[in-house]
């Protein structure tokens, strides 16, 4: 069961959805995050990484909770964040 947590995120002023990234079957992952790190503007700095190095920074990332996969239901999009972007107070 897929259990989603609608949150408003003040960057985006939209309501999102957290999407458990466990409950995702791991190909869906995996194909998310490499549209994620393939996109323009990642930065990984200066080193030279392989998709599957990068691909292995983002799950880790996601397993400690620094980042977290959020659905705009606006945009109808699905993107990962950083979960203290995703957690801030609506002003």
């Known amino acids: 069961m897929l259990i989603l947590y609608p949150l408003l995120v003040n960057t985006l002023q939209s309501a999102i959805m957290i999407i458990p990234y466990k409950q995702l079957d791991n190909d869906t992952l995996n194909t998310l995050i490499e549209h994620f790190v393939l996109r323009e503007g990642t930065d990984y700095g200066t080193l030279d990484m392989s998709m599957s190095e990068k691909v292995c920074q983002v799950i880790k990332q996601l397993e400690c909770g620094d980042v977290v996969i959020v659905y705009s239901e606006l945009h ?16």
Do not use: A, G, Y
């Not at 109808?76 to 002003?91: A, G």
């Open 76 to 91: 109808d999009s699905v993107n990962i964040l950083p979960k203290s972007e995703v957690l801030k107070n609506p002003q």
